[in-house]
């Protein structure tokens, strides 16, 4: 399961701050919301952390603009 724990609009897209075990998103990775709705990631950012143990743990992604806010519970397709 991941969390979202930031959206900030950017254009016609999302960018989203997700927390949990991102290892295994990449770009094209399907996401789904407890509704079932499928988001999908067009990008995922390079973050920088000062702490190498947090880079599993959160990561930004980019997504085309979708009903998800902070707080919502998200899971791999």
Excluded at 14 to 34: H, P, Q
């Amino acid at each position: 399961m991941l969390t979202v724990k930031d959206i900030y609009p950017i254009g016609d897209a999302l960018s989203v701050t997700l927390e949990g075990d991102t290892s295994s998103i990449c770009n094209g990775t399907l996401l789904k919301d407890t509704d079932g709705n499928l988001i999908k990631v067009l990008s995922v950012a390079m973050v920088r952390h000062n702490d190498a143990r947090e880079i599993k743990k959160f990561t930004t992604i980019l997504t085309t603009l979708c009903n998800l806010k902070k707080g919502s519970e998200l899971f791999i397709a």
